[in-house]
């Protein structure tokens, strides 16, 4: 069942979608353009070094120093940004230092970095899949780490019943709608016959079902959601489908098209009309 079939008329509002077209670091920089407390939920992934192929002239290699920079950027500002309540969802994966191949653990350097911001983390989730490369001198990697940082340990939207998934037994005597899915996920990776059916040209893009868990579980219909590393527009998308606001930033203007054409509304009487705006950043 797709994402769209789940939510039927239930989420059938109104919305509004900012695409902007600029470099993160000074973006979210901008009080006038995201002001203080502006945002319900941030939910990312952002570039590893990995060399992955983002097109123009975005070089996916950097050393680990820069990226603690980058992060040092995104954290501080999603301190500002965020609302009294409001989460963030980091995706990160342990990945091979360049020169020796030892695996340096990302995740681990992330949360430094956000506790000097001030943030707390409330779960380490392991996203866990199968469709992976197969590793000759060091175990296949099969899982990445979704840290789930909050502003105040003891204030920030938690929907359990949501997100609830079916019991793993027919015992009678078990009452409720489901259980607590854990911190341990299975989502298949987008693949490259998943991408080529729905035309989706980026070499990473977020499974729509673990942004439509994180959306449900973190956000209420009407809230912002702002993705700082968009990409392919999944995390706009899922917004826009549950009824979400949603603000995505991404550095490299040709994937503004992609982004546009997975927004517009399939059906608005179902789900919803939406304003779509781009906006070039050049400041």
């Not at 797709?2 to 059938?12: D, F, H, I």
């Not at 900012?18 to 995201?34: T, Y």
Request: proline residues 5%; glycine residues 6%; contains cysteine.
């Amino acid at each position: 069942m797709t994402l769209q079939e789940t939510v039927k008329t239930e989420y059938s509002v109104s919305t509004t979608h900012k695409l902007i077209i600029g470099d993160v670091r000074r973006v979210l920089n901008d009080s006038d353009l995201i002001p203080n407390q502006s945002v319900d939920l941030i939910i990312t992934s952002p570039p590893y070094g990995l060399g992955k192929n983002y097109g123009g002239k975005i070089k996916d290699k950097f050393e680990i120093d820069e990226w603690l920079i980058l992060m040092d950027i995104v954290a501080s500002q999603a301190r500002r940004i965020l609302t009294s309540n409001g989460s963030f969802f980091l995706n990160v994966s342990p990945i091979p230092e360049r020169k020796t191949k030892e695996i340096i653990p990302l995740d681990s350097y992330a949360y430094f970095k956000f506790k000097e911001h001030g943030f707390y983390l409330r779960n380490k989730i392991i996203w866990h899949f199968h469709n992976m490369q197969n590793c000759m001198k060091r175990l296949s990697g099969r899982w990445e780490a979704i840290l789930w940082f909050v502003k105040d340990i003891n204030n920030y939207i938690f929907n359990l019943d949501a997100i609830r998934v079916p019991y793993l037994t027919n015992d009678k005597r078990i009452k409720g709608v489901g259980c607590n899915p854990t911190d341990v996920w299975y989502f298949d990776r987008v693949n490259n016959m998943t991408k080529n059916k729905h035309n989706i040209n980026h070499p990473c893009v977020f499974p729509e079902g673990m942004i439509e868990r994180i959306v449900k579980m973190s956000s209420n219909p009407g809230d912002t959601i702002l993705d700082p590393f968009v990409g392919s527009g999944t995390t706009m998308r899922v917004a826009k489908i549950l009824g979400r606001n949603s603000i995505g930033i991404e550095i490299n203007p040709k994937y503004a098209t992609l982004v546009s054409k997975r927004i517009e509304p399939e059906n608005p009487t179902i789900f919803g009309r939406c304003h779509f705006e781009i906006i070039n950043y050049t400041k």
